[in-house]
């Protein structure tokens, strides 16, 4: 009887760790060393893409800039304080990315600042200025330390 229970225990325990690992293949592999920065950008271009129809229009792009302003304002304030843009010990990529939006030098990004910021990064992707950005469009582009 103790035989079956340790059998029956370790079944269920190996169960759960394939469980855990199924799930997490199925999450983009973010971070260091993990996707490359290729992979990245076709995940974000993915993300944007709302009608998946293989371009990213302005209107889709305003969009995700939007629900991302929206995500990082944590106290729903209107604007973006540097410990909600980039946590708590930002590196100094986010630390150029915050001061070149926050050209007010104010301490927070406005959502009127993120607009300003968010038009001119589609206009610098927009090559043939067709108002869509293709995946070749999207691709890397560094602005204040950072991509997207």
């Known amino acids: 009887m103790r035989r079956a229970k340790g059998w029956l225990v370790g ?3 190996a169960t ?3 469980g855990l ?8 592999r973010m ?3 993990r996707m490359t920065d290729g992979e990245r950008q076709l995940f974000h271009f993915g993300q944007i893409d709302a009608d998946h129809d293989g371009v990213v229009t302005q209107a889709e792009y305003f969009a995700y800039r939007d629900k991302m302003f929206a995500a ?7 604007s973006i304080s540097m410990p909600e843009h980039g946590g708590p010990s930002p590196g100094r990529g986010m630390e150029r990315h ?8 104010s301490g927070q990004i406005t959502k009127q600042e993120w ?3 968010s038009q001119e ?3 610098e992707r927009d090559k043939n200025k067709d108002g869509k950005l293709t995946p070749d469009e999207f691709g890397p582009l560094m602005r204040h330390g950072r991509r997207m």
């Not at 690992?21 to 983009?28: L, T």
């Not at 990082?72 to 209107?78: A, F, L, T, V, Y």
């Open 11 to 13: 079944l269920l325990a």
């Open 98 to 105: 915050f001061k070149g939006v926050n050209r007010s030098s």
């Open 115 to 117: 607009t300003q910021e």
């Open 72 to 78: 990082m304002d944590k106290d729903k304030s209107g």
């Open 16 to 18: 759960a760790v394939g």
């Open 21 to 28: 690992v199924a799930a997490a293949d199925a999450q983009p």
């Open 121 to 123: 990064m589609f206009a």
């Open 31 to 33: 971070g260091p060393g």
